[in-house]
């Protein structure tokens, strides 16, 4: 199979019919369609399960063929700063809207904008509030500042249900003419974990080595460190070759491209199925929680594994 | 092959910067045995001293026998090994002359008696023996007495430049003129060093790549405040790193690289709480923007970590992070990625952080690469990104789509040709419809 385009693109839903998995949301985004008119909005959850894809079904369904005139794609985080990110807004929302009264600006990522800069988005929003509306996405609503979040209705996105993301691999299936098989679907599931993007990557990336789709060939393609490969380096450390458990983390850490994060938790679940004491499990168990959150706040993965690393082989000795 | 191995200097004409020392050389293996002395060659690490002495083995067509630290060089194998090849004249024209590398460091246990036996053999010798050594001043006076000295100096930045040039072409290494001339500066004077800077950038090196390199002025200090560390039990060795001028990461990732080499593993664990203890102050620091804490991560990652010190070290050389250093090169790397998840977000409505996701999907479109040259069309990568993307057949890819590229420009070409020849074919009997069609184009055009 010849790469033509990712399936994201190629099978995103065009209207809001062909959304699958959102009945509730797919509802009120439809009535706003029917009233030609809407209110900021705010959409909020994970990555890949359909944020952007409803905003742009939407603007579809509002504008019809005039669409791509009147809805503007903005990204927070790529954007350099709030003024850049003002200044597209000032230029898009300054011209009339084409076919309806009002223009979207859909602010992907918002939350990645600092509360001085979403202070300076609220004004923003209140300034051209008669000639646009807002659609912000974000993972997190709680990083949103109150202000904003009064001013729109807000849409949660959980992860999607595994029905519907096997729904909409099926409808992949058939119009590929591949074969999935049952296991391989469950697979897909497994890892996508309620994320769309991630399950048709996996797809599509299987799809390029065979026909048929089984769940091999699906943990071949979803890059994640082969168990086996936490648990020598675990074993090193366990006999005393720090140095050695030291080598494998870097060649997690370099050639594999893994964060600290992903190592840190697939350590945690060899460590529980390892065969030492149960007190020093415990207690190397309270280690791993304290370096990833340490993690979290900003420390060295490197030498924050490390560090566990060497607390493992001296606790063995 | 290592870049070291690999351009090493085989002929005169290779070597920078040290005309003077290698003409004495030859000088003094010409006259040899005026004075019946040894030759005692001296200087810094890395400035060419066993170089030049085997380039004059290539073009003088010497014999040479070697001694080196690997073999250990007590009485009893220098008189064996360096007293028969002195004893023994060459057989047919050929000089023989023997060399022992690093002279400065004959002693301990396994090398007794060895620099007795070496006064010797000088004594006896019925061949050219040459001594190499970094510190003369480490070599006993009864040895020195009996030796010719000469100095190899630190190599002056525009010869290591020169050389660095040379390889650079013959590695077919992208790198400017500038970038070329910081890079062969911060090796103060060390050839080695530079050349294994050199190799660690890569291909195509930036500015930013040779930033990240350690200049090697400070590691010498740096040297010195690990020392202090490893070696001392307590807190005193902070004041060491007061003068070391380099930011506490960097400080912390030497630290990192070198102690589980030094310690014994059973103080690896203790010095690891405190380094960590460290890495978690310079975390606060980066994200509070609150640089009063540098001054906890300073004392607990020198400090903390000497105090654990309850064994016998080991002796290891320092190594420079290399972790961190590979880190470092993939800065540029890194800048690439950015761009390349740029193109993929927009075409995919997805933040840089999302177009993440889509890479592993896209490295198997790159298998086949009929099929990566769609990829490469789809999002519009350059070559740089391509190589990114798809690691293991841009280059394919490449050619491929220059193949395509090349056929394309054949077929507008050749017809081209074949309507000017039309159009030259019509000029004499229909003047006006042709400049109707021009008009017609350049309508379209616009």
């Known amino acids: 199979m010849n790469f033509e385009k990712p399936w994201t693109e190629k099978y995103r839903p065009q209207t809001l019919d062909e959304v699958v998995g959102r009945p509730y949301i797919i509802e009120r985004l439809r009535s706003y369609v029917e009233r030609k008119n809407m209110p900021h909005l705010l959409f909020a959850g994970p990555s890949g399960v359909g944020k952007t894809t409803c905003a742009l079904a939407l603007a579809r369904e509002m504008y019809g063929e005039s669409w791509h005139q009147n809805f503007q794609e903005t990204n927070a985080s790529d954007e350099r700063g709030i003024n850049v990110v003002r200044e597209r807004i000032k230029d898009f929302a300054r011209t009339m809207a084409l076919g309806g009264n009002f223009k979207i600006i859909f602010l992907d990522e918002s939350d990645a904008l600092t509360s001085d800069a979403q202070n300076a988005l609220r004004r923003t929003m209140e300034i051209y509030t008669s000639t646009c509306r807002f659609i912000l996405s974000c993972n997190y609503s709680s990083k949103i500042i109150a202000p904003i979040q009064s001013r729109c209705a807000v849409f949660r996105f959980g992860p999607l249900a595994e029905d519907a993301i096997e729904e909409k691999l099926r409808r992949i299936e058939e119009s590929e003419g591949i074969t999935i098989t049952q296991d391989g679907i469950e697979a897909i599931k497994y890892i996508a974990e309620g994320d769309m993007r991630k399950a048709e990557n996996i797809l599509q990336a299987a799809a390029f080595l065979g026909k048929e789709i089984n769940h091999e060939l699906v943990y071949q393609v979803s890059s994640r460190a082969r168990p086996e490969e936490i648990e020598d380096m675990i074993q090193a450390a366990i006999t005393g070759n720090f140095m050695a458990a030291r080598k494998l983390l870097d060649s997690l850490l370099i050639d594999k491209g893994l964060s600290g994060e992903d190592i840190i938790t697939q350590t945690h679940k060899q460590i529980i199925s390892l065969d030492i004491p149960e007190d020093i499990k ?9 370096h990833e959150f340490r993690l979290v706040e900003g420390a060295n993965e490197r030498i924050q594994l490390e560090a566990l690393l060497a607390r493992i082989s001296k606790t063995q000795r | 092959m290592m870049f070291n191995e690999e351009y090493r200097p085989r002929s005169f004409k290779e070597i920078h910067g040290q005309n003077k020392p290698l003409k004495d050389i030859i000088a003094w293996l010409n006259t040899w045995p005026n004075d019946k002395k040894a030759l005692l060659i001296h200087g810094p690490s890395g400035v060419g001293k066993t170089v030049a002495i085997y380039v004059i083995k290539n073009e003088m067509d010497l014999d040479l026998i070697e001694l080196n630290t690997s073999d250990t060089r007590n009485a009893e194998t220098i008189s064996r090994i360096v007293g028969n090849a002195a004893s023994s004249k060459a057989l047919f024209s050929t000089k023989k002359a023997i060399l022992i590398d690093e002279a400065d460091n004959i002693k301990g246990r396994s090398d007794i008696g060895g620099i007795r036996a070496l006064a010797k053999v000088i004594q006896e010798t019925e061949n050219p023996i040459i001594l190499l050594a970094n510190d003369p001043y480490k070599l006993p006076i009864s040895i020195k007495d009996l030796c010719n000295i000469i100095r190899f100096n630190s190599l002056r930045s525009a010869s290591i430049r020169n050389r660095l040039k040379e390889i650079v072409t013959a590695a077919n290494i992208k790198i400017s003129e500038d970038v070329l001339k910081e890079l062969a500066s911060k090796s103060a004077g060390d050839m080695r060093a530079a050349i294994n800077d050199l190799e660690s950038l890569g291909r195509t090196i930036y500015q930013e790549d040779v930033e990240q390199l350690f200049d090697r002025d400070v590691k010498n200090s740096i040297f010195e405040g690990l020392t202090a560390i490893f070696k001392s039990k307590g807190t005193s060795c902070r004041k060491v790193f007061y003068d070391i001028d380099m930011p506490p990461e960097e400080i912390l990732y030497w630290i990192d690289e070198n102690m589980p080499r030094i310690y014994d593993p059973r103080d690896v664990a203790c010095a690891y709480y405190y380094l960590s203890r460290a890495d978690v102050f310079l975390g606060r620091v ?24 309850k064994y016998n070290v080991n002796f290891a050389r320092y190594e420079s992070p290399g972790y961190f250093k590979s880190l470092g090169r993939t800065k ?7 761009s390349a998840l740029f193109k993929i977000g927009a075409k995919t409505h997805s933040s840089t952080y999302d177009a993440k996701a889509f890479l592993p999907m896209l490295n198997y479109a790159c298998i086949k690469p009929e099929s990566g040259v769609n990829v490469a069309r789809y999002f519009g990568f350059d070559p740089d990104e391509l190589e990114l993307v798809c690691p293991k057949t841009a280059k394919d890819i490449l050619s491929l789509i220059k193949k395509e590229e090349a056929k394309i420009k054949q077929l507008e070409q050749k017809a081209r040709k074949k309507k000017e020849k039309d159009e030259e074919k019509k000029k004499p009997q229909i003047k006006k419809s042709s400049s109707v069609k021009s008009q017609q184009t350049s309508l379209f055009q616009f």
């Open chain 2, 286 to 309: 980066n994200k509070r923007q609150y640089y009063r804490l540098w001054a906890y991560a300073s004392d607990l990652m020198t400090g903390g970590v000497s105090v654990c010190h």
């Open chain 1, 282 to 290: 415990v207690d190397f168990i309270d280690k791993i929680g304290e």
């Open chain 2, 332 to 338: 540029a790397k890194r800048k690439l990625t950015k």
